[in-house]
């Protein structure tokens, strides 16, 4: 048995199944993170395993123990969420000593406790502080510092780093991840954040309307999706998409089937340069963003795509260009949106 195992897990909200029959697998000292639109269950199913929503059905095991009766405070687990929820008034090192002292750990245990948590969290001059005086990274990593003390079986971050501008973002996503590194402990992290979850995780789990469509590692998620949904979840931007008789170049796709194209499968010849070969189309938009260009195209055939390019273009929009795609690498769905094999 898995470390964490979920069985058929179910939460109702009332007449809604915001959880249907999740059945999922955690080994010790995995990262995983959960992804999905807004509404999808994430929070919710995360909040179940923490014990501070109740599970309708299935079951919830932990290390060999079935935990899904068990009160939260009995689990063994810690919580990190986008609000803080610091105490105001407690000190750094107050905080993060909270619930040791409530334990009434040895106070030489909880000082070495809390000043190794300190020091993996770069915290160490700030514990005389209270929360007002800390920038909104320094508060996060209080947060993180104060489960880290309880020394859980499984730590829970619900998007801890949204109210983080980009770049403490950037380098909290980097801390979180080191800090895993050196810990090894075991991470569930629910995220909005397409470049946390592919970054920080071991496995992703894309979740759709309180059910599992995929768990894989980024990598597999990205190369091949199960379906049209999570290859259009996964990669930013999203995979383009279009039926299959608008790009009757690619073949085996069955019947009423659509055909997808990551972007950086998609190069672009401008008129008169090469363009000869190519399908016919017209540029709708150019997206320089430095390092990338985005190109969107408007083909002939009707479909729309984004090329992805790193190089910049003298590309404008109405120009006429030739479309190539890397027909390899392009992935197959039925009319349902199920992924098909070629051949
Ligand atoms: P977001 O990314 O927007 O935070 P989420 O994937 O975390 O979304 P949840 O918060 O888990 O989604 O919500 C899942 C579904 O359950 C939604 O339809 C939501 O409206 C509903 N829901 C969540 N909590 C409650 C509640 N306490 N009472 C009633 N419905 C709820």
Known sequence: MAFLEL?????????????????LSIEKGEFVVFVGPSG???????????????????????????????????????MVFQSYAL???????????FALRLAHVDKAVIKEKVTRAAEILNLVPYLNRTPRELSGGQRQRVAIGRAIVRAPKVFLFDEPLSNLDAALRGQTRVEIHNLHRSLGATTIYVTHD???????????????DGQIEQVGTPLELYDRPANQFVAQFIGSPQMNVVEARQLPVIADVPAGGFVGLR?????????GQGAEGGLPGTVDLVESLGAETLIHVRM????QLIARQSLRTALRHGDKVGVFVAAANAHRFDAQGRAARAG
Not at 7 to 23: N, P, T
Not at 87 to 97: A, E, G, I, L, T
Not at 194 to 208: F, N, S
Not at 263 to 271: C, F, G, N, Y
């Open 7 to 23: 069985r058929g897990v179910e939460k109702y909200f009332g007449s809604l199944r915001a959880i249907k029959g999740v059945d």
């Open 40 to 78: 999808c269950g994430k929070s919710t199913l995360l909040r179940m395993i923490a014990g501070l929503t109740e599970i309708d059905g299935g079951s919830l095991q932990l290390d060999g123990r079935d935990i899904t009766r068990l009160p939260s405070s009995k689990r063994d687990l810690a």
């Open 87 to 97: 105490y105001p008034h407690m000190s750094v090192f107050d905080n993060m000593s």
């Open 194 to 208: 397409q470049v946390e979850a592919m970054t920080l995780a071991d496995r992703i789990v894309v979740l759709r």
């Open 263 to 271: 972007p950086e499968d998609v190069s672009l010849q401008p008129a």
């Open 300 to 303: 002939d055939s009707g479909a």
